[in-house]
């Protein structure tokens, strides 16, 4: 490492070039990130808001990028494809017409995209990826590297990661830019002018004597912006001078002319996300998802069993005690009211015990053994009235259940040792031995709860268990109402698919979470 270090060092020590022009150069590199679909600044549904949009920074980004004059970069650091409503219509409904991120990246006048794995994962890639070169937009993967020659003659190199440098600094460019994972830039910088930093959805600009950091944040809210100085005496670089800046962009107007040449794609997805997709015959109560089997938990349990493969479900209440109101369910609400995260779904092998374990932490932070409560209880106040009460301990988000399995747990045993698990739901028999497909969300897989490590496996190395890394829950439940367009108890709560649990002994059980239910809601 330290003689490619101290090659590197070498090349870059004095740049120089025939062409290279004598004089101040002042270079503008823009970036942006994590921009996850909102490319439309008009929002889908009436009375909805949007906070940022590739739209809107036409405008911004236009005051520093002349790509005519050729004294600027517009570079994406990735994260296009993941995320949002209109790469949903892109990736599942509409798969043939043209793509419509690549035909907007070429109107505002992007140089380059550095693809994210999860760019290059996404069911559109390969037509985006066509796309974008056919519009003349560098596509910069992984250990790849692409050598613009700015006025001047200028050479910039721009890495797909820190692997390309060596090979790019055999070009002698004057400026080397590196796209970078906000939490993983490397500590040794040498050789590197500028870092796109991204994936941490952090707006934020740094500036030290020999290497800036620009990181654009999120949804297009930002952008980032390094202003480069270069002096060149005797054809050589002699100097860099660096200014970053993160500017903010929220509250721009959208651009009309970017607007007007997009209005039928954003009509497309508008019409789509408006679109009708199924009926829910009841109300849906969080509450009950933290006393036993419950219609509520088994929408979230129904959608991961529908994954093929699957045999187990762990999830946990998306909300702490609202309700999802009977009625249309249209795209939007699979989002706004069905399930507003954006997690994925993970599929791990784990034995019988492991499932055991991992309940048992589970019910240990919800659940307690005492004749007064059921719960796991604290004093606070109520949000709205301010008056003190009683609130769960600690977060419901990690409060799993399960199904795919029949269960009890015996609130008079201590934690440990409630969990009691009678069969499979389809009346095959469970063992602690055996090997079971366990679904859990890309949140929980990040070792969220300590869920995981209380099984006794390690999230930082689910990769000799991991079955799939599938798509994201939205993308089953959307797939789950065209083939069940009525959700209704008798599909969510079907015993011999998502299995029972309920707490025992069963009087005492009911009694206290009768008491303890009213209490905190």
């Known amino acids: 490492m330290k003689k490619t270090v101290t090659a590197i060092a070498a090349m870059l020590a004095v740049v120089s070039c025939a062409t290279l022009k004598n004089g101040t150069h002042t270079l503008d590199i823009v970036s ?13 549904t009436e009375g909805g808001k949007v906070r940022g949009s590739l739209e809107a920074l036409s405008d911004s980004i236009s005051k520093w990028h002349d790509k005519a004059g050729r004294t600027s970069l517009l570079i994406d650091a990735g994260d296009e494809l993941t995320g949002g409503d209109a790469n949903f219509y892109y990736d599942y409904i509409d798969t043939l017409s043209p793509h419509v991120y690549p035909s907007m990246a070429s109107f505002l006048g992007v140089d380059a995209i550095i693809p994210s794995q999860e760019d290059i994962s996404a069911p559109s890639w390969r037509r985006v990826s066509a796309q974008l070169k056919e519009q003349g937009i560098s596509v910069i993967e992984g250990p790849d590297y692409k050598i613009f020659t700015l006025k001047g003659g200028i050479k910039v190199a721009v890495l797909g990661s820190y692997e390309a440098l060596l090979a790019a600094s055999s070009k002698k460019p004057a400026l080397v830019i590196l796209k970078s994972d906000g939490k993983q830039i490397p500590s040794d910088l040498t050789g590197i002018d500028v870092v796109l930093a991204a994936h941490d959805h952090r707006a934020y600009a740094k500036t030290s004597d020999s290497t800036c950091i620009i990181n654009g944040g999120s949804y297009a809210r930002n952008f980032g ?66 006393c036993g089997s ?30 999802i109101e009977k009625g249309d369910i249209h795209y939007y609400d699979v989002a706004g009211r069905l399930y507003p995260f954006d997690n994925g779904i993970v599929v791990l092998k784990m034995t019988g015990d492991e499932v055991r374990r991992y309940l048992e932490k589970s019910y240990a932070s919800w659940v307690t053994t005492s004749d007064e409560h059921i719960f796991l209880l604290k004093e606070g106040k109520d949000l709205k009235t301010g008056v003190p009460k009683l609130n769960f301990a600690k977060s419901p988000a990690n409060f799993d259940s399960a199904a795919g399995i029949n269960y009890t747990v015996d609130i008079t045993k201590p934690s440990g040792s409630r969990i009691s698990i009678s069969g499979m739901a389809d009346g095959s028999a469970f063992s602690l031995s055996g090997t079971y497909n366990v679904a859990i969300t890309s949140y929980r897989a990040t070792g969220a709860g300590g869920l995981l490590n209380a099984a006794g496996i390690n999230p930082k190395n689910l990769g ?31 015993p011999s698919i998502v299995g029972t649990w309920k707490f025992i002994p069963a009087g005492k059980a009911s009694e206290l979470i009768r008491k303890d239910i009213d209490e905190i809601f």
């Open 32 to 44: 942006i990130n994590d921009v996850q679909g909102r490319w439309f600044n008009e929002p889908y």
């Open 225 to 290: 912006h390094a202003a480069v100085t270069l002096k060149v005496k005797r054809h050589k670089v002699a100097s860099k001078h660096f200014e970053a800046s993160a500017p903010s962009v929220w509250n721009s107007a959208s651009n009309e002319g970017v607007s007007t040449r997009f209005l039928p794609e954003f009509s497309a997805v508008k019409s789509f996300v408006n679109s009708k997709i199924g009926f829910l015959s009841d109300d849906l109560s969080a509450r009950y998802g933290y």
């Open 294 to 323: 419950s219609d509520y938990m088994n929408l979230y349990h129904s959608i991961a069993l529908s994954s093929p493969g699957v045999d187990i479900s762990f999830a946990a209440p998306l909300s702490i005690g609202g309700t």
């Open 464 to 494: 000799p268990r991991l079955v799939e890394l599938g798509p994201a829950f939205r993308t089953i439940l959307y797939q789950y109402l065209q083939l069940n367009p009525v959700l209704s108890p008798s599909l969510l709560s079907n």
